[in-house]
């Protein structure tokens, strides 16, 4: 991309205040959500909303404020290796030490 | 792989590189500065960092010990409040940022002051939450292994956070006294950036997994 065309497309300080107003109102339903859960008691399915809403907040912060979604797609394939490991590699410990905590007392 | 050399006076410019500025030839076969491509890179490496931190309250922070556990002690509207100045921050770098593409010398520096006070008054939530668990519910670092775990977490970020204020105020420092960020320091603002909006998005993960579902 050349830096005209990067320059330009990148968004506004409207758009940036906007975001975080975004970013903010998604932060203030998780904690609605955590003292929702306390009083009523969700049956399990706080964990996956939060989950999904902190995903969410993740995702904005890195396409546009960390302006992935704007630059070459090689650094996405970078950042997005780096994650997909981690995840990959904690979930197969999390999963191997889980079960040694479930089934093998530990 | 990529690489950067000086340009000598007169040398020929191979047609396939980039002149970035008037004093380096930047040869990339990626098309990307050097600099930022490196911090992508070794904010991807970050990941496994602290997954292994936030795996290793996971496997712990829900157990039950003799002594007290932190998910008994959270003071959720605190840490909350914690999380929106870390997430205000962000937006304020990134006006930092913006300023600079367009010139706003002032506001760059107004901007970059105003992410490293949020961020001190983050870390300085973080200090006082400590102190809290230590003197009054005898947390200690070595109380049991979910205590041991909640500690290094928090503490590698907060730790991360205290070494992004310190590149802010050197940057806000080399503005004040050249009168503005030239065209290299810009790049440095991006890469500092980078690793700020970083550090926010792994306490959007600590915040929720930790506190939120580990509290609950």
């Known amino acids: 991309m050349s830096d005209t065309a990067h320059a330009t497309s990148h968004p506004s300080t409207k758009d940036y205040v906007r975001i975080a107003i975004f970013l903010a109102v998604l932060t203030a339903i998780e904690v609605a959500l955590f003292y929702l859960n306390e009083a009523v008691g969700m049956e399990g399915w706080d964990a996956p909303l939060l989950i999904g809403l902190s995903t969410i907040k993740f995702v904005v912060v890195v396409g546009w404020f960390m302006h992935l979604r704007f630059e070459d797609s090689f650094l996405a394939r970078f950042f997005g290796a780096g994650f997909v490991l981690a995840m990959a590699l904690y979930g197969i410990v999390l999963a191997v030490f889980g079960a040694i905590v479930l089934f093998g007392g530990g | ?216």
């Open chain 2, 1 to 216: 792989m990529a690489d950067t050399f000086e340009i000598e006076e007169g040398a020929e410019v191979p047609e396939h590189a980039e002149v970035h500025d008037s004093h380096h030839l930047v040869h990339e076969s990626t098309g990307i500065d050097n600099r930022k491509l490196g911090m992508w890179v070794f904010l991807s490496s970050e990941f496994l960092f602290f997954g292994a931190f936030i795996s290793n309250y996971l496997l712990y922070g829900g157990r039950d010990f003799d002594s007290v556990v932190p998910r008994d002690i959270y003071d959720i509207p605190f840490t909350s409040i914690s999380s929106f100045v870390l997430l205000m921050s962000s937006l304020t770098m990134v006006l930092a940022h913006h300023a600079l593409s367009t010139g706003d010398q002032n506001g760059t520096k107004t901007w970059l002051m105003a992410t490293a006070l949020l961020g001190s008054v983050f870390l300085g939530g973080q200090v006082f939450e400590f102190t809290e668990f230590i003197v009054e519910y005898d947390m200690t670092l070595t109380s049991n292994p979910a205590a041991s775990a909640f500690y290094m977490l928090t503490g590698f970020h907060g730790t991360h956070v205290a070494l992004g204020i310190v590149m802010l105020l050197s940057l806000f420092g080399i503005a004040r006294r050249e009168g503005g960020l030239s065209e290299k320091h810009g790049m440095n603002l991006e890469l500092v950036g980078l690793y700020w909006h970083f550090v926010d998005i792994i306490w959007i993960v600590i915040f929720t997994l930790v506190y939120l579902i580990g509290a609950a």
